[in-house]
Protein backbone atom coordinates (compact mmCIF):
# COMPACT_ATOMS: atom_id res chain seq x y z
CA UNK A 1 0.00 0.00 0.00
CA UNK A 2 3.03 2.26 -0.31
CA UNK A 3 3.35 4.26 -3.44
CA UNK A 4 7.28 5.64 -4.37
CA UNK A 5 6.80 9.29 -6.41
CA UNK A 6 8.91 9.14 -9.64
CA UNK A 7 11.25 12.33 -9.40
CA UNK A 8 12.01 14.34 -12.83
CA UNK A 9 15.23 14.88 -14.10
CA UNK A 10 16.15 17.44 -10.92
CA UNK A 11 15.64 14.64 -8.34
CA UNK A 12 12.59 16.32 -7.05
CA UNK A 13 9.19 14.67 -6.37
CA UNK A 14 7.42 14.67 -10.21
CA UNK A 15 4.10 16.50 -8.83
CA UNK A 16 2.07 15.32 -11.81
CA UNK A 17 3.49 11.67 -11.89
CA UNK A 18 2.27 11.87 -7.87
CA UNK A 19 -1.73 13.28 -9.30
CA UNK A 20 -1.62 10.78 -11.72
CA UNK A 21 -1.29 7.85 -8.59
CA UNK A 22 -3.66 9.55 -6.50
CA UNK A 23 -6.15 9.10 -9.07
CA UNK A 24 -5.17 5.86 -9.95
CA UNK A 25 -5.64 4.08 -6.26
CA UNK A 26 -9.11 6.44 -6.27
CA UNK A 27 -10.29 5.04 -9.28
CA UNK A 28 -9.20 1.50 -8.07
CA UNK A 29 -11.43 2.19 -4.40
CA UNK A 30 -8.35 2.66 -2.22
CA UNK A 31 -8.33 5.66 0.16
CA UNK A 32 -4.54 7.49 -0.34
CA UNK A 33 -4.32 9.52 2.73
CA UNK A 34 -0.92 11.43 3.42
CA UNK A 35 1.57 12.29 1.05
CA UNK A 36 5.56 12.54 2.60
CA UNK A 37 7.67 14.73 0.80
CA UNK A 38 11.11 15.05 1.37
CA UNK A 39 13.10 18.52 2.38
CA UNK A 40 17.02 17.99 1.37
CA UNK A 41 16.78 14.33 -0.25
CA UNK A 42 19.47 11.95 1.76
CA UNK A 43 20.74 11.08 -2.06
CA UNK A 44 20.88 14.09 -3.39
CA UNK A 45 20.46 16.91 -1.46
CA UNK A 46 17.07 17.89 -3.25
CA UNK A 47 13.77 20.05 -1.56
CA UNK A 48 10.55 18.17 -3.05
CA UNK A 49 8.09 21.12 -4.68
CA UNK A 50 5.90 21.62 -1.46
CA UNK A 51 3.19 24.02 -2.83
CA UNK A 52 1.08 21.61 -5.89
CA UNK A 53 1.91 18.33 -3.45
CA UNK A 54 -0.54 20.47 -0.34
CA UNK A 55 -2.79 21.65 -3.14
CA UNK A 56 -3.26 18.01 -4.11
CA UNK A 57 -3.49 16.84 -0.39
CA UNK A 58 -6.39 19.42 0.33
CA UNK A 59 -8.44 18.92 -2.80
CA UNK A 60 -8.33 15.19 -2.01
CA UNK A 61 -8.75 15.33 1.92
CA UNK A 62 -4.69 13.50 2.32
CA UNK A 63 -2.30 14.68 5.03
CA UNK A 64 1.17 16.31 3.83
CA UNK A 65 3.88 15.39 5.53
CA UNK A 66 7.44 16.43 4.78
CA UNK A 67 10.41 14.94 5.96
CA UNK A 68 13.06 17.65 6.78
CA UNK A 69 15.54 15.65 9.01
CA UNK A 70 18.30 16.27 7.36
CA UNK A 71 17.27 19.47 5.12
CA UNK A 72 14.66 21.25 7.30
CA UNK A 73 15.94 23.86 8.58
CA UNK A 74 17.53 25.12 5.18
CA UNK A 75 14.63 26.82 4.99
CA UNK A 76 15.95 29.28 7.32
CA UNK A 77 18.71 30.23 4.78
CA UNK A 78 18.27 33.09 2.24
CA UNK A 79 19.52 31.68 -0.74
CA UNK A 80 17.37 28.29 -0.09
CA UNK A 81 14.27 30.23 0.74
CA UNK A 82 12.96 30.06 -2.80
CA UNK A 83 12.80 26.24 -2.89
CA UNK A 84 11.30 25.87 0.28
CA UNK A 85 8.14 27.89 -0.23
CA UNK A 86 4.42 26.66 0.67
CA UNK A 87 6.05 25.42 4.37
CA UNK A 88 3.85 26.73 6.09
CA UNK A 89 1.01 24.66 4.32
CA UNK A 90 2.57 21.39 5.89
CA UNK A 91 0.27 19.39 8.52
CA UNK A 92 3.08 18.51 9.95
CA UNK A 93 7.13 18.03 9.71
CA UNK A 94 9.88 16.25 10.97
CA UNK A 95 13.66 18.04 12.05
CA UNK A 96 16.15 16.15 13.35
CA UNK A 97 18.79 18.45 15.14
CA UNK A 98 21.26 15.78 15.52
CA UNK A 99 22.16 16.37 11.74
CA UNK A 100 22.57 19.54 10.75
CA UNK A 101 22.77 21.12 14.26
CA UNK A 102 25.12 18.37 15.64
CA UNK A 103 23.16 17.90 18.79
CA UNK A 104 24.27 14.94 20.56
CA UNK A 105 22.11 11.95 19.03
CA UNK A 106 19.16 11.43 19.33
CA UNK A 107 17.23 14.37 19.15
CA UNK A 108 14.35 14.39 16.36
CA UNK A 109 11.62 16.34 16.34
CA UNK A 110 8.16 16.25 14.90
CA UNK A 111 6.40 19.80 14.31
CA UNK A 112 2.73 19.53 13.93
CA UNK A 113 0.25 22.83 12.64
CA UNK A 114 -2.35 21.49 14.66
CA UNK A 115 -1.21 19.99 18.47
CA UNK A 116 -5.11 19.00 19.10
CA UNK A 117 -4.68 16.33 16.75
CA UNK A 118 -1.66 14.51 18.54
CA UNK A 119 -3.67 14.99 21.66
CA UNK A 120 -6.55 13.35 20.59
CA UNK A 121 -4.81 10.59 19.30
CA UNK A 122 -2.68 10.18 21.89
CA UNK A 123 -3.75 11.23 25.28
CA UNK A 124 -4.44 8.84 27.69
CA UNK A 125 -4.06 8.86 31.61
CA UNK A 126 -4.66 6.13 33.79
CA UNK A 127 -6.50 6.94 37.11
CA UNK A 128 -3.66 7.18 39.08
CA UNK A 129 -2.05 9.84 36.65
CA UNK A 130 -4.80 12.36 37.48
CA UNK A 131 -3.79 16.24 37.82
CA UNK A 132 -4.40 19.87 36.70
CA UNK A 133 -4.12 20.99 33.34
CA UNK A 134 -2.62 24.45 33.54
CA UNK A 135 0.56 23.28 32.09
CA UNK A 136 0.74 20.63 29.16
CA UNK A 137 1.59 17.29 29.90
CA UNK A 138 4.07 16.44 26.94
CA UNK A 139 3.01 12.33 27.22
CA UNK A 140 -0.61 13.80 26.02
CA UNK A 141 0.93 14.43 22.39
CA UNK A 142 3.00 11.25 22.13
CA UNK A 143 3.37 7.32 22.17
CA UNK A 144 5.74 8.07 25.65
CA UNK A 145 5.19 8.73 29.04
CA UNK A 146 8.30 9.20 30.74
CA UNK A 147 11.10 11.05 28.21
CA UNK A 148 14.47 12.45 29.46
CA UNK A 149 14.79 15.97 29.86
CA UNK A 150 18.53 15.40 28.54
CA UNK A 151 17.20 15.40 25.06
CA UNK A 152 15.61 19.03 24.80
CA UNK A 153 18.38 20.18 26.95
CA UNK A 154 20.96 19.88 24.45
CA UNK A 155 19.02 21.17 21.64
CA UNK A 156 18.15 24.04 24.17
CA UNK A 157 21.79 24.54 24.85
CA UNK A 158 22.89 24.78 21.06
CA UNK A 159 19.94 27.01 20.06
CA UNK A 160 21.13 29.05 23.06
CA UNK A 161 25.07 29.15 21.95
CA UNK A 162 24.17 29.69 18.39
CA UNK A 163 21.07 31.79 18.27
CA UNK A 164 19.23 32.30 15.11
CA UNK A 165 21.81 34.15 13.25
CA UNK A 166 24.31 31.76 14.52
CA UNK A 167 22.02 28.44 13.02
CA UNK A 168 21.73 30.56 9.61
CA UNK A 169 25.54 31.15 9.24
CA UNK A 170 26.40 27.61 10.19
CA UNK A 171 23.68 26.18 7.59
CA UNK A 172 25.43 28.97 5.05
CA UNK A 173 29.14 27.50 5.60
CA UNK A 174 27.67 24.36 4.71
CA UNK A 175 26.32 25.60 1.69
CA UNK A 176 29.46 27.43 0.80
CA UNK A 177 31.92 24.63 1.67
CA UNK A 178 29.91 22.34 -0.86
CA UNK A 179 30.18 25.37 -3.40
CA UNK A 180 33.79 24.77 -3.19
CA UNK A 181 33.77 21.15 -3.37
CA UNK A 182 31.56 20.85 -6.39
CA UNK A 183 34.10 23.85 -7.80
CA UNK A 184 36.99 21.62 -7.12
CA UNK A 185 35.43 18.22 -8.68
CA UNK A 186 34.05 20.85 -11.69
CA UNK A 187 37.65 21.96 -12.91
CA UNK A 188 39.70 18.39 -11.99
CA UNK A 189 39.41 16.24 -15.98
CA UNK A 190 39.51 13.06 -13.94
CA UNK A 191 36.12 13.69 -11.77
CA UNK A 192 32.26 14.21 -12.76
CA UNK A 193 29.94 15.79 -11.01
CA UNK A 194 26.06 14.70 -10.66
CA UNK A 195 22.88 16.45 -11.17
CA UNK A 196 22.13 17.09 -7.75
CA UNK A 197 19.82 19.49 -5.49
CA UNK A 198 20.66 22.78 -3.77
CA UNK A 199 21.60 21.47 -0.14
CA UNK A 200 24.98 20.25 0.77
CA UNK A 201 24.90 17.03 -0.25
CA UNK A 202 28.13 16.44 -3.36
CA UNK A 203 27.63 13.34 -5.60
CA UNK A 204 30.71 13.09 -8.09
CA UNK A 205 32.27 9.69 -10.02
CA UNK A 206 35.39 9.14 -11.77
CA UNK A 207 35.33 9.45 -14.92
CA UNK A 208 36.41 6.52 -16.77
CA UNK A 209 39.38 6.81 -19.19
CA UNK A 210 37.69 4.20 -21.81
CA UNK A 211 40.62 1.50 -21.26
CA UNK A 212 40.18 -0.84 -18.78
CA UNK A 213 37.11 -1.61 -16.43
CA UNK A 214 34.70 1.21 -15.30
CA UNK A 215 36.10 2.84 -11.68
CA UNK A 216 34.42 0.50 -8.73
CA UNK A 217 33.12 3.31 -6.35
CA UNK A 218 32.13 1.37 -3.55
CA UNK A 219 35.62 -0.40 -3.45
CA UNK A 220 37.20 3.09 -3.70
CA UNK A 221 34.97 4.63 -0.69
CA UNK A 222 35.61 1.56 1.30
CA UNK A 223 39.61 1.71 0.67
CA UNK A 224 39.40 5.89 1.21
CA UNK A 225 37.87 5.46 4.73
CA UNK A 226 40.57 2.49 5.47
CA UNK A 227 42.93 4.82 4.87
CA UNK A 228 41.53 6.69 7.59
CA UNK A 229 42.30 10.83 6.56
CA UNK A 230 38.71 11.08 5.04
CA UNK A 231 35.11 10.01 4.92
CA UNK A 232 33.31 9.20 2.13
CA UNK A 233 29.56 7.33 1.47
CA UNK A 234 28.12 6.03 -2.23
CA UNK A 235 25.03 6.10 -2.98
CA UNK A 236 22.62 4.65 -5.69
CA UNK A 237 22.18 7.36 -8.64
CA UNK A 238 19.56 5.98 -11.64
CA UNK A 239 21.18 2.29 -10.85
CA UNK A 240 24.95 3.80 -10.81
CA UNK A 241 26.63 3.74 -7.93
CA UNK A 242 28.65 6.92 -7.34
CA UNK A 243 30.73 8.47 -4.45
CA UNK A 244 28.89 11.09 -2.15
CA UNK A 245 30.28 13.36 0.26
CA UNK A 246 27.41 15.36 2.90
CA UNK A 247 28.76 18.36 4.53
CA UNK A 248 27.61 18.58 7.82
CA UNK A 249 30.18 18.72 10.77
CA UNK A 250 30.59 22.19 11.95
CA UNK A 251 34.19 21.45 12.30
CA UNK A 252 34.69 20.57 8.27
CA UNK A 253 37.09 23.22 6.34
CA UNK A 254 38.36 23.79 2.43
CA UNK A 255 41.20 22.19 3.68
CA UNK A 256 39.62 19.38 4.50
CA UNK A 257 37.87 19.18 1.66
CA UNK A 258 40.84 19.59 -0.80
CA UNK A 259 42.04 16.17 1.76
CA UNK A 260 39.27 14.30 0.40
CA UNK A 261 39.75 15.43 -3.56
CA UNK A 262 43.23 14.14 -3.29
CA UNK A 263 42.12 10.94 -1.46
CA UNK A 264 39.87 10.08 -3.90
CA UNK A 265 42.68 10.97 -6.94
CA UNK A 266 45.52 8.79 -4.45
CA UNK A 267 42.58 5.60 -4.16
CA UNK A 268 41.39 5.98 -7.63
CA UNK A 269 45.31 5.43 -8.79
CA UNK A 270 46.19 3.02 -6.21
CA UNK A 271 42.57 1.05 -7.87
CA UNK A 272 43.34 1.31 -11.58
CA UNK A 273 47.22 0.24 -10.56
CA UNK A 274 45.98 -2.98 -8.41
CA UNK A 275 43.69 -3.88 -11.71
C1 LIG B 1 15.93 12.59 4.89
C2 LIG B 1 16.13 11.69 6.08
N1 LIG B 1 15.07 11.26 6.79
C3 LIG B 1 15.21 10.45 7.88
C4 LIG B 1 16.45 9.99 8.26
C5 LIG B 1 16.54 9.10 9.49
O1 LIG B 1 16.84 9.90 10.56
P1 LIG B 1 17.00 9.47 12.10
O2 LIG B 1 18.39 9.84 12.44
O3 LIG B 1 16.02 10.32 12.83
O4 LIG B 1 16.74 8.02 12.23
C6 LIG B 1 17.58 10.37 7.53
C7 LIG B 1 18.92 9.87 7.90
O5 LIG B 1 19.88 10.06 7.22
C8 LIG B 1 17.42 11.26 6.43
O6 LIG B 1 18.50 11.70 5.74
Redesign the pocket.
Known amino acids: RLRTVPSTADRRMDAGALRAAVAADRAAGLLPFCVVS?L???GSGAVDPLEPVTELCRSTGMWHHA?G???GLGALVPELAAAYRGMDGLDSL?V?P??SLSVP??C?AALVSDPDRLRAAFSFRASYLEGGDDVPWMSDYTVELTRPGTRALKLWATLRHLGRSGVVSLLQRYQDLAAYLRERIGEHPGLDLCASGPLPVVCFRVRDSGEGPRTDHAALAARLQARGHAYLATVEHSGETVLRACICNYLTTTADLDTLVGEVLAVSEQLAGVE
Open positions: TGTTDAWGTDHKVGG
